[in-house]
Structures are given as C-alpha cells and as structure tokens.
C-alpha cells in the first residue's frame, strides 16, 4: 500500500468514526430524548463539515505546495454527498414516515427545507460525474465549470442551517465565515494578481 | 570515500524490517486518527442523562383515574430542557443546571394589588399541592406528558388580591447572568451564574397572561414532577404551567409575579414578533412561519402525531377566546 493509498484508509476510517458511535448510542438508547431529532442534526451538521473541509482543499494545496492532496478532494465531496443522503432519508422516512405530501407541503411551505433539497440536488450530479470517466467525457473545463456548483450548494447549506435556529446562531455563522473565507480565497487568486499587474502599468 | 560507502551491509535496515516499522506506524496512526476523532465527538455529544436528585415532595394528592396518555419517562423530562439561560442545546441544560441553587427562594407579587408581598418558598411549597398529569406541546413540535405537582394560580392571585384594574399578569425568571437591572434575589454567587451569551434572546426572561387565563383552573404554579421537587433544568424551585399554550409560555424558575392593565412584553415575541404572538396557544391551524405546527412528536414515539387544538384543552379553554380571530392572536 503505497502513501496515498493509506491516507484514502485514514480517511475513510475517520470519517466513519462519528456515524460508527450514532450507531452504537443508538443501539443502546443513549441519544436522549428525540434521537430523530439529534440523527437530523448531526448528520446534517457532517455534510456541511465534509462540503467545507473538500473546499479547503484547492486552498491547501496552494497554500503548502502540496499538489498531492488533491487526490483526496472527490472522497470527501463523496462523504458530504453520503451524510446529505442520510440527513434527507432521516427526514423522510423518520421524521415524516414517507408522508409524500407533507414533505411536498414542507418544501413548498418553508423556504429552508426547499434550499436543503436543492443544495442536495446540486450535489447528487457532482456525485455521478465524480469519476475519472466523466471528467474525460465532459471535458477538463466543462468539468469544471460544472463542479463549481459546489459553492452554490454550500451556500445553500449554510443558509439552510441558518434558518433552522431559533435564536442562537453561532454555529451557522461560524460556518458562514469559514465558507466566506474559502470563496474570499478563489476569489482573490483571481483577481488579485490581475490588478497588481494592472497597478504596475 | 565518502561516509556514506563506510556503511557496513550488516547496519542497513533490512527491507522486512523498515516495512514492519512503516506498519507500525500507520496502525498507530490509524488507531491515534480514530481515536482523536471518537473523542472529540463525544465531547460534542455527551450521552448519558443525569439521575434526577431533588427530594421527594411529601403529602401532595395524587391524579387519579385512567390516563388517556401514557407518561413520559423522568429522564427525558429532566434531560431534554429548553432553558437558554444556561445553554441552547436541549442535551445539555441538565448537567450546567445541575448545582443551581433555589434555596432560599422568594417569589415577589406586586403591581395592581391589594397586597404586594414577598414570598418565601417554602410558603408556597405549604399550599396544598396538587398532581397533574398534562400534555407539554413545545413550539418546536415535540411534546411529551408530565405529572406535574403543584397547585392552581388562581389561589395565589385571589391571595394577592388583584385590584379591578389588572388586566394582565407578568411573570419574571430568575437570571443570574450579568443584568443592569439585576435579579430580584439574593442568592450564593457561583453555581447560579448563567452565560449564555449565545441565547440570542434578552434575559430576564419575561412571559405574560391574560387575567382571565391566570385565574383558569388549569393554569397552575408547578413545584415539582413525577412527585420530586423541581429539578434545576424544569425550573427549579417554581414555574408556570399552561397546557394549552406552546411551552415557552411556561415560564421557569419565577422570582416575581407582577399584577398591571397593559398586556406585558413577552420574551419570544419581543424577539421575532412575526413568529410568536403574546397569546401562543396550540394551534395545528396556524403554522409557525418555518415550520408547520399541524403535527408534533411525542417524546419517545418514532411517528409523528396529529396535534390538537388547544392542545386537546379545547372543551376546558375555548370559551376564553370565544369571537378572537386565532391567526390574527397567534
């Protein structure tokens, strides 16, 4: 097993630790007083912590020289992708018992359940054209273009955790900030150095 | 020669060797990841509830008759806790609450009153007390059935003896957090700070009724649950209990309870008025604006459950709003 290998073992290790002890609480009735409720939660909360952690990684890669680390990215956008279908098959099927026209009537109704959809919708086509044959059948560029979609999900995402809350909101602007920083990041590597060469003429 | 020629063949690793020590680490790697990882979702996550340690309230009279609900288990009601004061996450109010103290205690009764007076708890805890098994709707849409033991609002109000001018009653929770205003009794600094400066709501936390509404023999000041003194995280020492209204009307953990002619502010509406109204009765008709309130889930069942109006209080408190538009006085 060579290096990368052994990093995609780690990964995959890790981030199966946290649904491997929902399983277990769970199992022994240890996830208190509305487990439907705390499943919703946390699995919701890993999509967006593995949406973020994969957008990291372009600026990683720049930041420490380490071009490597980009053979990791399509694992973690798949373990958003993974966690954002349990967050919605919890929903569904635990929380409205596969009652199709109540959640036909909560997306409709409520705007955050409608971005929550959506943001998993944009995530279902990056999934599918995640693989090595895809990337060469749509292109380089197009390719591209279409996975930077990812950002409008994670939008989605955010704000989606945002309307959630009823008074307290920290933990969805802590993610708000972080994406913020990453976009910021894009962003200004692309345009900065056009407008210092654009000051130097 | 170079140094690196003087190496002889007998001090070179040997291939096996340097696989095995290259194992060694990524198992303790592996291991050490996982590890970091388990524990820092267990910090996040805490499990199991906290026994409930509060003493046994002697010679009260136990509800009677078949119950049409069964109860919910003691360590969800004392483990699932909205009280921000402490902490926004439901899990864990019960261990922050855990050394709050609540005696001494006095609850201050003014406003429009014939008799202002500051009572000690220990007087309340003397009037007749009372079960009463209730269904507890939360805005969220969970519910849960609690015995509840205490004794109707009314007796404390006829005690007070409102004047004809008092219209509505204000209620006030205990806060330990800093507050200009300050909390209106003095109490052991320390385990009764609260710090939540995250709540996103303004503290004292403050809740309010119609007089009529008080003076309804369901209403009630709880002093207890499942027949033991009121655990910190339910609104120790005392608290109010509207079955018919969303929960947050329930105010926990009084320290005054003030008599005026204007309809008082209230927390959750002062907050987002376009969410929460002063009245907040249970209402499957009448949807919050980010979530439907048609169904709830009752603590420990899987499905959902139809919720009911008035929260199935309707025969007993409907005449109070009788010619009220309930979507205009959500």
Same mark, same amino acid.
């Given at each position: 097993?060579?290096?990368?290998?052994?990093?995609?073992?780690?990964?995959?290790?890790?981030?199966?630790?946290?649904?491997?002890?929902?399983? %277990?609480?769970?199992?022994?009735?240890?996830?208190?007083?509305?487990?439907?409720?705390?499943?919703?939660?946390?699995?919701?909360?890993?999509?967006?912590?593995?949406?973020?952690?994969?957008?990291?990684?372009?600026?990683?890669?720049?930041?420490?020289?380490?071009?490597?680390?980009?053979?990791?990215?399509?694992?973690?956008?798949?373990?958003? !992708?993974?966690?954002?279908?349990?967050?919605?098959?919890?929903?569904?099927?635990?929380?409205?018992? $596969?009652?199709?026209?109540?959640?036909?009537?909560?997306?409709?109704?409520?705007?955050?359940?409608?971005?929550?959809?959506?943001?998993?919708?944009?995530?279902?086509? =990056? /999934?599918?054209?995640?693989?090595?044959?895809?990337?060469?059948?749509?292109?380089?560029?197009?390719?591209?273009? $279409?996975?930077?979609?990812?950002?409008?999900?994670?939008?989605?995402?955010?704000?989606?955790?945002?309307?959630?809350?009823?008074?307290?909101?920290?933990?969805?602007?802590?993610?708000?900030?972080?994406?913020?920083?990453?976009?910021?990041?894009?962003?200004?590597?692309?345009?900065?150095?056009?407008?210092? #060469?654009?000051?130097?003429? | 020669?170079?140094?690196?020629?003087?190496?002889?063949?007998?001090?070179?690793?040997?291939? #096996?060797?340097?696989?095995?020590?290259?194992?060694?680490?990524?198992?303790?790697?592996?291991?050490?990841?996982?590890?970091?990882?388990?524990?820092?979702?267990?910090?996040?996550? +805490?499990?199991?509830?906290?026994?409930?340690?509060?003493?046994?309230?002697?010679?009260?009279?136990?509800?009677?008759?078949?119950?049409?609900?069964?109860?919910?288990?003691?360590?969800?009601?004392?483990?699932?806790?909205?009280?921000?004061?402490?902490?926004?996450?439901?899990?864990?109010?019960?261990?922050?609450?855990?050394?709050?103290? #609540?005696?001494? %205690?006095?609850?201050?009764?003014?406003? $429009?009153?014939?008799?202002?007076?500051?009572?000690?708890?220990?007087?309340?805890?003397?009037?007749?007390?009372?079960?009463?098994? &209730?269904?507890?709707?939360?805005?969220?849409?969970?519910?849960?059935?609690?015995? %509840?033991?205490?004794?109707? =609002?009314?007796?404390?109000?006829? @005690?007070?003896?409102?004047?004809? #001018?008092?219209?509505?009653?204000?209620?006030?929770?205990?806060?330990?957090?800093?507050?200009?205003?300050? +909390?209106?009794?003095?109490?052991?600094?320390?385990?009764?700070?609260?710090?939540?400066?995250?709540?996103?709501? +303004?503290?004292?936390?403050?809740?309010? =009724?119609?007089?009529?509404?008080? @003076?309804?023999?369901?209403?009630?000041? /709880?002093?207890?649950?499942?027949?033991?003194? @009121? +655990?910190?995280?339910?609104? /120790?020492?005392?608290?109010?209990?509207?079955?018919?209204? &969303?929960?947050?009307?329930?105010?926990?953990?009084?320290?005054?309870?003030?008599?005026?002619?204007?309809?008082?502010?209230?927390?959750?509406?002062?907050?987002?008025?376009?969410?929460?109204? !002063?009245?907040?009765?249970?209402?499957?008709?009448?949807?919050?604006?980010?979530?439907?309130?048609?169904?709830?889930?009752?603590?420990?069942?899987?499905?959902?459950?139809?919720?009911?109006?008035?929260?199935?209080?309707?025969?007993?408190?409907?005449?109070?709003?009788?010619?009220?538009?309930?979507?205009?006085?959500?």
């Amino acid at each position: 097993m060579n290096d990368t290998q052994f990093n995609k073992v780690l990964i995959v290790v890790n981030a199966l630790v946290p649904p491997a002890l929902l399983a %277990w609480d769970w199992y022994q009735g240890n996830l208190g007083a509305n487990p439907v409720e705390f499943v919703l939660a946390t699995t919701g909360v890993l999509t967006l912590l593995f949406l973020l952690i994969s957008l990291a990684v372009t600026p990683l890669r720049k930041i420490t020289g380490r071009n490597d680390l980009i053979r990791y990215r399509r694992m973690l956008g798949l373990f958003a !992708f993974f966690y954002g279908c349990a967050h919605l098959i919890t929903y569904s099927i635990f929380d409205k018992s $596969l009652d199709l026209s109540a959640i036909v009537g909560d997306v409709w109704q409520r705007p955050f359940i409608a971005l929550g959809m959506s943001a998993l919708g944009i995530l279902l086509p =990056l /999934a599918v054209t995640s693989t090595k044959g895809w990337i060469k059948r749509l292109g380089g560029k197009r390719w591209q273009r $279409l996975h930077r979609l990812v950002y409008v999900a994670a939008v989605f995402g955010v704000i989606h955790f945002y309307l959630i809350q009823k008074s307290d909101f920290f933990w969805p602007i802590v993610a708000g900030i972080v994406l913020a920083v990453l976009f910021g990041y894009r962003l200004w590597v692309k345009f900065a150095p056009k407008v210092r #060469s654009e000051a130097k003429a | 020669m170079s140094e690196s020629e003087k190496i002889r063949s007998s001090e070179i690793t040997d291939e #096996s060797a340097y696989l095995n020590r290259r194992n060694f680490i990524r198992a303790g790697a592996l291991a050490g990841t996982a590890a970091a990882t388990g524990l820092v979702y267990r910090y996040l996550n +805490p499990p199991p509830p906290r026994e409930v340690t509060t003493a046994d309230i002697e010679g009260f009279s136990e509800a009677k008759g078949p119950l049409k609900d069964e109860l919910t288990p003691i360590e969800d009601v004392t483990n699932y806790n909205n009280f921000y004061e402490f902490t926004t996450d439901k899990r864990g109010v019960a261990s922050l609450a855990e050394d709050f103290r #609540s005696d001494p %205690w006095t609850v201050t009764v003014d406003g $429009l009153v014939e008799r202002p007076r500051v009572f000690g708890i220990e007087e309340l805890l003397k009037i007749e007390q009372e079960e009463r098994i &209730y269904r507890f709707r939360c805005v969220e849409g969970w519910s849960m059935v609690i015995p %509840w033991v205490g004794f109707p =609002l009314k007796k404390l109000i006829e @005690m007070a003896k409102p004047l004809s #001018s008092a219209k509505y009653v204000a209620f006030q929770t205990y806060y330990g957090g800093s507050n200009p205003e300050g +909390p209106d009794v003095k109490l052991p600094e320390g385990p009764n700070a609260m710090g939540n400066v995250f709540a996103g709501i +303004p503290f004292p936390y403050v809740e309010g =009724l119609r007089m009529d509404e008080a @003076m309804h023999p369901l209403a009630i000041l /709880a002093t207890g649950l499942y027949g033991k003194l @009121m +655990p910190p995280q339910n609104g /120790a020492p005392i608290r109010l209990v509207v079955p018919w209204k &969303y929960g947050f009307k329930s105010i926990k953990s009084i320290v005054r309870i003030t008599f005026t002619d204007k309809q008082p502010p209230t927390t959750w509406s002062a907050a987002t008025p376009n969410e929460y109204g !002063f009245y907040s009765n249970v209402n499957p008709e009448v949807d919050h604006p980010r979530w439907s309130q048609a169904t709830e889930r009752r603590i420990g069942e899987y499905g959902r459950r139809e919720t009911l109006l008035f929260n199935g209080y309707a025969e007993e408190v409907a005449g109070l709003y009788k010619g009220m538009d309930l979507r205009k006085n959500y």
